[in-house]
T-cell receptor, first 111, second 113 residues
Framework: QKEVEQDPGPLSVPEGAIVSLNCTYS??????FMWYRQYSRKGPELLMY????GNKEDGRFTAQVDKSSKYISLFIRDSQPSDSATYLC???????????FGGGTRLMVKP | EPEVTQTPSHQVTQMGQEVILRCVPI?????FYWYRQILGQKVEFLVS????????KSEIFDDQFSVERPDGSNFTLKIRSTKLEDSAMYFC???????????FGPGTRLTVT
């Protein structure tokens, strides 16, 4: 079983749709969860991070963590064509330690 | 948001040669990381560096690799005797200054021929 799994997509949605991106993980020791956005051949850009279970909102983005199910989500409201990118989840046991990444989900938002 | 630059943006080298990839944080940070991403694959952790010492490394980071901070600002990754399978994007990340989230640089694309 892979440590962190993401559906690779591509996920294609119309502009304005609500997007749901998800990751599952197997290591219950993970405590800190991050979402990165990556454009083609660019570095990952940090979008949000959360600690343990719960929700966190930042503008159009909401991150959710359910540690009991080992499942994290990123919701994007009012999606825009500029949101088209690959979204990577990442997680770590200890803040500042190595990140373990999912394989990424490619999102396409069509005008 | 902390900024970090990487040089070169693209490096082409022949198998067996040594390469040095550089990471330059715009401001002072305490923690430095190297990750790599083979085309179409996951971002993988290589090594973390704190207080002039390696603090954590992965199985990938074997004797072929080394890191140092030669002048107190640049952070380098040296790959000795490169192999075809070393072809990948190499990302530097930084954190610190009271926060531990990791910010990534734009990457160096390494092509080994």
């Amino acid at each position: 079983q892979k440590e962190v799994e993401q559906d690779p997509g591509p996920l294609s949605v119309p502009e304005g749709a609500i997007v749901s991106l998800n990751c599952t993980y197997s290591n219950s020791a993970f405590q800190y969860f991050m979402w990165y956005r990556q454009y083609s051949r660019k570095g990952p850009e940090l979008l949000m991070y959360t600690y343990s279970s719960g929700n966190k909102e930042d503008g159009r983005f909401t991150a959710q963590v359910d540690k009991s199910s080992k499942y994290i989500s990123l919701f994007i409201r009012d999606s825009q064509p500029s949101d088209s990118a690959t979204y990577l989840c990442a997680m770590t046991r200890v803040w500042g330690n190595m990140l373990t990444f999912g394989g990424g989900t490619r999102l396409m938002v069509k005008p | 948001e902390p900024e970090v630059t990487q040089t070169p943006s693209h490096q082409v080298t022949q198998m067996g040669q040594e390469v040095i990839l550089r990471c330059v944080p715009i401001s002072n940070h305490l923690y430095f990381y190297w990750y790599r991403q083979i085309l179409g694959q996951k971002v993988e952790f290589l090594v973390s560096f704190y207080n002039n010492e390696i603090s954590e490394k992965s199985e990938i980071f074997d004797d072929q690799f080394s890191v140092e901070r030669p002048d107190g600002s640049n952070f380098t990754l040296k790959i000795r005797s490169t192999k075809l399978e070393d072809s990948a994007m190499y990302f530097c990340a930084i954190s610190g200054g009271g926060a531990y989230e990791q910010y990534f640089g734009p990457g160096t694309r390494l092509t080994v021929t």
